[in-house]
């Protein structure tokens, strides 16, 4: 993968980016690179734990909430807490996780589906008018497990059925993708990356064998830092769809449309898959 640098921008008036899973790994790096290099910008962090996500944000000297996304309720009230904002240039859908189970949320929904891809669509869909009114841009952080560890039937895309914490994160990215998919046939600016191979903790909470391949140290020392997930996170923030990646699409690197199951480009399986969400989660698009 291309460690190049973001895009360089002519001076720009002031961008709000909000920034999700911002408590450490892919996104507290993002949030360092972008502060230094686009210190103008209204950075506003979001995570899961609050000391960690106040650490990350005081050093910075940015805005912060506080949201745990196996809770819907949670992220409705992160939505009612970022009212205040009139636009919102990026929003990057970062947060995410793989994890045992089955495990059924408050909302019903398997947890890593849930954290992975309805709590950032739930976000999304009521962030969207914000969005719109500057003609922003969504950036989902996907994963190469969509093509290696999925095995995806949009009758069970939770994943209760024949559940592995493999098979469940591997669908959960088939997920993002195809939700970048459904905000793009909605006019919104969106774009899925697989931000690279790295020595984060976004398997902390797994007993099973990817953790202790991940955590085992002869492993975890051939894996890249959060910093080059995060300068990917970074160079798709600052992007500009048309020139740097186009929209709706999926990257393995800055450059290359990324590993992707057959299923994932498939349109009308997004659309089917969300808009029986949104009328679940009782929004509209």
Do not use: C
């Not at 507290?28 to 609050?50: S, Y």
């Amino acid at each position: 993968m291309s460690h190049e640098h973001a895009p360089t921008h002519v001076p720009s008036p002031q961008k709000t980016i909000v920034i999700t899973g911002a408590s450490d790994g892919i996104g507290a790096a993002a949030a360092r690179i972008l502060h230094r290099q686009r210190p103008e910008d209204n950075l506003i962090l979001v995570g899961r734990d609050p000391k960690k996500t106040k650490a990350v944000a005081s050093k910075l000297g940015v805005r912060y909430h506080v949201a745990d996304f196996t809770s819907l309720g949670e992220v409705h009230r992160l939505a009612r807490e970022l009212d205040d904002l009139e636009t919102i240039d990026v929003l990057a859908n970062n947060a995410g996780g793989i994890f045992d189970g089955p495990l059924a949320t408050v909302d019903g929904f398997e947890r890593t589906w849930q954290i992975n891809v309805v709590a950032p669509f739930l976000l999304t869909s009521l962030l969207q008018d914000k969005i719109r009114a500057v003609d922003g841009l969504v950036v989902q952080t996907a994963s190469v497990a969509n093509f290696l560890m999925s095995k995806f039937d949009p009758a069970d895309p939770n994943t209760f059925d024949k559940f592995s914490s493999e098979r469940a994160y591997g669908n959960a990215k088939v997920g993002s993708i195809l939700l970048t998919r459904f905000i793009h046939s909605h006019g919104i600016n969106s774009v899925a990356f697989h931000p690279g191979v790295l020595a984060t903790n976004f398997s902390s909470e797994l007993t099973g064998k990817l953790n202790k391949l991940y955590f085992t140290p002869g492993i975890k020392h051939l894996l890249s830092k959060p910093k080059v997930g995060g300068a990917n996170l970074a160079y798709f923030i600052t992007g500009t769809p048309g020139i740097h990646f186009e929209s709706g699409e999926y990257y393995n690197d800055k450059r290359k449309p990324g590993l992707q199951r057959p299923i994932a480009k498939n349109v009308s399986v997004a659309k089917r898959i969300f808009a029986d969400l949104a009328q679940s989660l009782n929004v509209e698009w």
